[in-house]
């Protein structure tokens, strides 16, 4: 299983960006596919996760801005980041696992990063 990311880009603050993370293979509804980033210098941050399900987590610092969603019938997941400040510049990175976590470690697959840059 490979995932793969994509819909970074740059953007002014304020601004608006979806990220997409399609997922090879069936959905399975207790999976849990999640998105981290890691700005350079910083540890990877937790930031969204959700079952297919339909259950999700956001971070305390994108509550109300970010949301995350899944379209089992596409098999991808989705961050709709809205409201975009330059803390949020980072390399953004879809993950699977099977528990609803804000750590890395249940996670066993991840993707490839794609980069979202913030300009003030």
């Known amino acids: 299983v490979q995932l793969q990311a994509s819909g970074g880009g740059l953007v002014q603050a304020g601004g608006s960006l979806r990220l997409s993370c399609a997922v090879p293979?069936?959905?399975?509804?207790?999976?849990?596919l999640a998105w981290f980033r890691q700005a350079p210098g910083k540890e990877r941050e937790f930031v969204a996760a959700?079952?297919?399900?339909?259950?999700?987590l956001h971070a305390d610092s994108v509550k109300g801005r970010f949301t995350i969603t899944s379209d089992t019938a596409k098999k991808t997941v989705y961050l709709q980041m809205n409201s975009l400040k330059p803390e949020d510049t980072a390399l953004y990175s879809c993950?699977?696992?099977?528990?609803?976590?804000?750590?890395?470690?249940?996670?066993?697959?991840w993707g490839q990063g794609t980069q979202v840059t913030v300009s003030s």
């Open positions: 293979g069936r959905t399975v509804s207790s999976h849990v």
């Open positions: 959700t079952r297919w399900s339909g259950s999700t």
């Open positions: 993950a699977l696992g099977t528990e609803l976590s804000n750590t890395a470690s249940p996670y066993h697959i």
